[in-house]
C-alpha cells in the first residue's frame, strides 16, 4: 500500500499517524478521564490507561507507588458580615465551620509581627503572587518555609489566601501536612476584605479527604547497554482542571513515542529506553521523589532525559531548552531544533520534571511551549487549545533527538 507513495507523501503519512496516535491519547486522558489530581479516581484511571498502552508494546512496566490523600471539595462558603465572598477551599484543606476576625497581612515582614492566633490571617500582596510550597515538597524556598513554619506556630483559626489574578482560579495553599482550613478568595472578594480588616467571617469547608495512592508508571525497552535515555512526562493534573495543555498533551507525546521507537520492527538501540510517566509533579512533586530514591545513584547512567510539558497549544509556539549538557550536545540539539522553523529555542525554565534530571546532573531536554499564559491550571486548559500538528512536531523533533543520542556515549553528553 504504502509503496504507491512517494517518500515525502510516505514522510507525510508517517506525520499523520503520529499526530492521531498523540490526538487520541489526549482525547481519553483530557476528555474521558478528565482531571486527574493524585489520588482521585481520574488519576488512578489514567494511570491504569498508560499502563496498558504500555503493555500493548510488550513492554515490561514498573508502577512506583506512593502514598498520599483523595482530596475533593464539596462545599465551601466565607461570608463578610452576611456578604458571600468567592472562596474556594485549598487544595488539602480540612473541614471546619468557624467564625474569627480577619487579620490582613502582605509581606513576610507583616506575617512575622501580626497576632494571628485565633483569627483569620488574609494573604494579599507579595504572600500571594504564586502558591505556597508544602513543607514536604520537592523545592521550598526559605520564605515558603518560614510561613508555613508560622503558621503552625502561631495557631489561626483559618488562612485567607486572595487569588492574584481577575480570572484565573488559582488555590494558593496545596498541603496535605497542612492541618489548618484555608480559601482562595477572588482578587474583588479580597478588595471587600482589606476594605473592612478586622472584621469577624464566617468559614464553612467540606472537603472529602480519603487515604490514597498514586504511582509514576514506568516503560523500559532495553538496549545493548544499560545507559539510558529517559522520556518522562507528568501526568497528574491539579483539581478542577482537565489538565489538557498541562499535561495530557506530554503523555499523548510520550505514549505515541512509543509507538515510533518501541513498534514492530523496530531498530536495536544501543541505549536502554525508559518511558517514565510522572504523577505528583503538580503536588509536592512526588512523583520526582519517589523515582529519585529509587534511582539512586543510577542517574550517572542516565545519557539524556527528555521531558514534555505544556507542549501542543495552537496558540503558541513548541518551546525546547537544554540543561546540564556538554557544548556538542547543546549544538546538536540547537541544529536538530532549527529544522523546525515552528519551535522556539529559549532559555532553561527551572521547573517540572526535567529538574530531578539536571539536578542530579544528567543532561536533560525541556520541551514546553509559549503562548497564551494563563491557561495551565484552570478548567479553561481544554482539549480545544490543543494542535494536532503541533502534538506532531514536538513529537517528531524528540524521535530526531533520541535517534543522535542513541549513537552518542554517555561522556560526550556531558559537561567536562
Ligand atoms: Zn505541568
Redesign the pocket.
Known amino acids: 500500500m504504502i509503496l504507491a507513495y512517494g517518500l515525502s507523501e510516505v514522510n507525510q503519512f508517517k506525520g499523520m499517524m503520529i499526530e492521531d496516535e498523540a490526538y487520541q491519547h489526549l482525547q481519553r486522558l483530557a476528555v474521558d478521564i478528565g482531571s486527574r489530581t493524585i489520588g482521585s479516581p481520574g488519576n488512578l484511571a489514567a494511570a491504569q490507561y498508560i499502563q496498558s498502552s504500555f503493555e500493548s508494546h510488550q513492554l515490561s512496566v514498573e508502577q512506583q507507588e506512593f502514598l498520599c490523600p483523595d482530596w475533593a471539595e464539596l462545599e465551601t462558603s466565607l461570608e463578610l458580615s452576611g456578604e458571600l465572598m468567592e472562596a474556594s477551599a485549598n487544595t488539602f484543606s480540612p473541614s471546619c465551620e468557624l467564625a474569627a476576625a480577619t487579620v490582613p497581612v502582605g509581606t513576610l515582614a507583616e506575617l512575622e509581627q501580626a497576632s494571628i492566633s485565633g483569627r483569620i490571617p488574609v494573604f494579599y500582596g507579595s504572600l500571594a503572587q504564586s502558591e505556597i510550597a508544602a513543607k514536604g515538597a520537592i523545592y521550598v524556598s526559605e520564605r515558603d518555609r518560614r510561613i508555613v513554619q508560622l503558621l503552625e506556630e502561631r495557631h489561626p483559626s483559618g488562612l485567607i489566601t486572595v487569588n492574584p489574578t481577575l480570572h484565573g482560579r488559582w488555590r494558593l495553599v496545596e498541603d496535605f501536612d497542612l492541618d489548618l482550613p484555608s480559601v482562595t478568595v477572588s482578587a474583588r472578594s479580597g478588595l471587600e476584605l482589606l476594605k473592612r480588616p478586622g472584621e469577624s467571617v464566617h468559614m464553612k469547608i467540606i472537603t472529602r479527604r480519603l487515604a490514597s495512592k498514586s504511582a509514576n508508571v514506568i516503560a523500559r525497552l532495553a538496549g545493548d547497554s544499560p545507559e539510558k535515555i529517559v522520556l518522562c512526562a507528568?501526568y497528574d493534573t491539579k483539581v478542577d482542571t482537565p489538565g489538557a495543555y498541562?499535561?495530557a498533551a506530554g503523555v499523548a507525546a510520550l505514549l505515541t513515542l512509543v509507538s515510533c521507537l518501541a513498534g514492530p520492527g523496530h531498530p536495536p538501540y544501543r541505549h536502554t529506553l525508559e518511558w517514565v510517566a510522572f504523577s505528583g509533579?503538580?503536588i509536592y512533586g512526588l512523583g520526582d521523589m519517589e523515582y529519585a530514591r529509587r534511582t539512586g545513584n543510577g542517574f550517572d547512567r542516565i545519557v539524556a532525559a527528555i521531558n514534555f510539558?505544556?507542549i501542543g497549544p495552537l496558540v503558541a509556539s513548541n518551546s525546547i531548552a537544554t540543561f546540564a549538557a556538554s557544548i556538542p550536545f547543546t549544538e546538536m540539539v540547537a541544529r536538530l531544533a532549527s529544522g523546525y522553523p515552528g519551535v522556539a529555542q529559549v532559555n532553561p525554565w527551572p521547573a517540572?520534571d526535567h529538574y530531578i534530571f539536571y539536578s542530579n546532573k544528567a543532561p536533560s531536554i525541556a520541551m514546553s511551549s509559549v503562548g497564551i499564559r494563563d491557561i495551565y491550571h484552570t478548567p479553561e486548559d481544554t482539549i480545544d487549545w490543543i494542535s494536532p500538528a503541533r502534538l506532531g512536531e514536538a513529537v517528531s523533533l524528540a524521535l530526531d533527538i533520541v535517534r543522535a543520542l542513541d549513537e552518542k556515549d554517555l561522556a560526550w553528553c556531558r559537561p567536562t
Open positions: 507528568h498541562d499535561n509533579e503538580e510539558d505544556g517540572s
